[in-house]
């Protein structure tokens, strides 16, 4: 059976070093705020190409974090309006409501995935604050036209970087290309931790002093408490093990692109319909996300070939029982992406065997 996502495989390519650096905090006898999240923090904002960058328990938090700051700053209340895409992970949508924000849902583009960017300005209006792209399956949301659109109605332009590490537009990373932008570093990322992390990265410089505070239960000098914080940090451990993976992290990019390169290149069947990619540096296939309009029958045909695939996502956020009053919503776009969407074994570890066999299966699929 080719896995999915072999985590037991990518862990073991750098074993050694992961060891020795786990090792070394567990003997150390300090586990939280130490020197190597300090540096987890330093090298991931010189990687992602911000000033400030800070660690946190997981994607979720950063994202809910980044909203709660600019709530504290000022800068939102309760009731405004956020707009995000309809087809991303549930996450990007809890760290709006969660703040007492609004989602304003908008379409993806069919062709990219991504927030449509010619349906964004129907539905600003003097409610809305911010723009949360999602650079989704590892792809670069961000457009021109997005950037503009914020500048000239003064809203706040939030990156959800859970998918895209390493990713770039116009030799830019993406985490750096709006105001703010939270990162995840659960284990089946790009960038995976061994457990639960994540990240803020930003320029602004109140922002980064509020989430930090905020995500240390609300303090800035021990024992005295500004905000109703919460705990979300980045553990020693977890961050002794990112740095050691962020410095292979962009010969693991190379690997995840050949691959899906020649998937583009050699999956032929015309039931098939595979990404475009105008850009190689824009896309990091943290997914490598076909359409089949027999989607369902396509994955039992590639399980009997011996080729584990998911679905990135069954349900749509608006039609999920969490969000029940969105249910009778409308969104064709968002729900035919979900209905034929079906993504491909796709990771530095899979070998060149491993692709093609999973190619050779997929072009034999009779619809
Ligand atoms: C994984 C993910 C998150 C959440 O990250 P966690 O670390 O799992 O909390 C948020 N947004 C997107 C698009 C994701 O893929």
């Known amino acids: 059976m080719i896995k999915f996502l072999d985590l037991q ?3 073991a390519k750098y074993a050694d070093e992961i060891h020795a650096a786990a090792r070394r905090v567990i003997d150390s006898g300090w586990y939280l705020l130490g020197e190597e999240s300090k540096q987890f923090e330093t090298n991931y904002s010189r990687y992602i190409g ?6 946190c328990g997981n994607g979720l938090d950063a994202l809910t974090l980044i909203f709660r700051g600019y709530i504290e700053m000022g800068v939102m209340k309760a009731g405004d309006e956020v707009i995000v895409p309809a087809n991303t992970y549930i996450a990007s949508i809890l760290a709006i409501t969660e703040n007492g924000l609004k989602p304003v ?12 960017e010619e349906k964004i300005e129907e539905v600003i209006n003097e409610k809305s ?3 949360l792209i999602v650079h989704l399956y590892g792809q670069c949301a961000y457009t021109e036209k997005i950037g503009m659109l914020c500048k000239k109605h003064n809203l706040k332009l939030i990156e959800d970087n859970a998918q895209a590490h390493g990713c770039k537009y116009n030799g830019k990373k993406t985490g750096s290309l709006g105001d703010a932008a939270g990162h995840s570093f ?5 960038l995976g931790a061994l457990g639960d992390a994540g990240a803020i990265t930003t320029d602004d410089d109140e922002l980064a002093k509020t989430v930090r505070s905020l995500g240390n239960y609300g303090s800035q000098r021990k024992y005295v408490f500004r905000y109703l914080g919460r705990n979300s940090r980045i553990d020693e451990l977890q961050a002794a093990i990112l740095n050691i993976k962020l410095r292979h992290l962009d010969e ?11 998937y583009i290149k050699e999956i032929t069947n015309p039931n098939i319909i595979t990404p475009i990619v105008k850009d190689r540096e824009a896309h990091v296939f943290h997914i490598f ?3 089949c309009s027999l989607r369902n029958e396509l994955q039992i045909f590639l399980h009997e070939n011996g080729i584990e695939t998911l679905i990135h996502y069954p349900i749509p956020p608006h039609k999920q029982e969490c969000y029940d009053n969105w249910n009778n919503r409308s969104f064709p776009i968002t729900e035919k992406i979900h209905r034929e969407e079906l993504s491909l074994p796709i990771s530095a570890v899979l070998t060149g ?10 072009n034999k699929f009779n619809a």
């Not at 849902?105 to 449509?116: A, F, G, K, S």
């Not at 693991?252 to 020649?262: G, M, N, Q, S, V």
């Not at 065997?353 to 997929?362: F, L």
């Open 9 to 11: 495989k990518i862990t």
């Open 50 to 55: 911000t000033n400030h960058c800070i660690g």
């Open 105 to 116: 849902l908008v379409e993806p583009n069919l062709d990219t995935y991504q927030i449509d």
């Open 129 to 131: 604050k911010a723009i």
């Open 186 to 190: 659960y284990p089946g990322k790009n």
């Open 252 to 262: 693991d990019l190379e690997l995840r692109k050949k691959a899906a390169h020649r």
């Open 289 to 291: 996300p076909i359409r």
């Open 353 to 362: 065997q491993e692709i093609t066999d999973v190619i050779h299966a997929v």
